[in-house]
């Protein structure tokens, strides 16, 4: 019933109407997303690395930041942050952005320093142990021998974060972030219609989800079981020693 | 040039390792044998502190290997150690799997450490296999490479542990040959192994470990032709 009265009352003239709205609402989506995301592996990295140390200094910090954000609702880091942190840090509000972005990165980080932390632990002790005996250093066995195994093993996971984030990003609406839902939010508050603005907001982000899928699966396939290069580039390779 | 005094290792509660006591000296061949779990890759990994040591002393050309102060990747340089499963890098071919460490570790230019790395290759009989990534190899050339490998940070001491172990039997040979040949040239070795042949032949001296101590040591014809201790005469007894 209440589709059909829908789909008989169907106006999506309205939502052309505030085309701009929704077209800047993209923009604000990807570009916290990606913010989030980046800073979230980077900083997801340190975390991870950190939650595998044997000091406790550096371990309890990690453990304990990694529970707080991944124990408590994003949308209450949200407020916590653009009301409470920066406000009391810097004096005033930094806009929504800067809020937003640092959120979903902090948020986004403790959830990747397990993947982070899980992908390094996976990599056989013996490869560590190797780089230890040729006399490498800690730090460098793990930049140079166990990180760039471990990346591999944690592509599939790090995509579903990904993905995640660009959904979760929809909660920075409540600190009037001008993102996708936003612009349904401002459509459905001007005409009094629900279906459509909320529809198109939905599909717009299914078609993010799938472009992201679409990418990630690109990766995944890039750095697949085998190390050894494409055959392409083999030849090239020994095209070049020859 | 290695000196181990009352060295105990403990995991836990369990005691592993109850108080060495061995020396050796340069350009010796040192084989350790005996019944497995007695210790000896514990042994052997004290020495590069890939383990840490309960209570004892190991000294490495004079220098104390377990004092704090004691920069551990400076005497790790100077040590080389195979594993019994090779533990080459997957992502790295063999070229680089042997450039790596001189080039971050010891600052040599990367066209002097791949100089290098053919010329360790061709000793081990794998020049052809620069390119190749480890899993495109046999466990016999990978073990040769990772050999080549240690040899490329320019040790003055390798450690073995059990080399051939994961082997198949066709393979044991041209690892084993490798070893020999580097034992030949002089270098200090210190090698874990059940193959009682590369012990009798290529051996200075053999130690016997059981439960944690070195029940006997002595050259490969008093410990293989008269072994005195009883433990000794058993273990052989089921090897030989
Ligand atoms: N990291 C560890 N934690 C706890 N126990 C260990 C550890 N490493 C070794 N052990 C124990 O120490 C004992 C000696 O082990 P080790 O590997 O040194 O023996 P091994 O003589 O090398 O034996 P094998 O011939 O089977 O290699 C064994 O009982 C083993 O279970
Ligand atoms: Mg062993």
Redesign the interface.
Known sequence: MVVIDFLDNIRFDMIWNYKELFIRGIWVTLSLTAVGYIGGVIFGLFLGIGKLSKKRWVYYPSKFYVDFFRGTPLLVQILLIHTALIPSIFGQSLGFFVSGATALMLNCAAYNAEIIRAGIQSIEKGQMEAARSLGMPRKEAMRYIVLPQAIRRMVPPLGNELIALLKDSSLVTVIAATDILYAGKVVAGAYQRFWEPYITAAILYLILTWIFTKLITYVEKRYSNSYIPSQRRRIFSFGRAS | MIKIKGLHKSFGELKVLKGIDCEISEKEVVCVIGPSGSGKSTFLRCI?L?EDITDGEVYINDVKVNDPTTDI??I??E???V?Q?F??????NVLENIT??PV??RNMHQVEAEDLAYQLLEKVGLRDK??A????LSGGQMQRV?IA??LA?KPKVMLFDEPTSALDPEMVKEVLDVMKQLALEGMTMVVVTHEMGFAREMGDRVLFMDEGVLVEEGTPSEVFGQPKSPRTQDFLSKVL
């Open positions: 590069n890939l990747n400076e790790r340089k040590v080389g150690m594993f499963q533990n080459l890098f997957p992502h790295m790596i460490a971050k570790i620069a390119h990534y480890p899993e495109q990772a490998r240690a940070m």
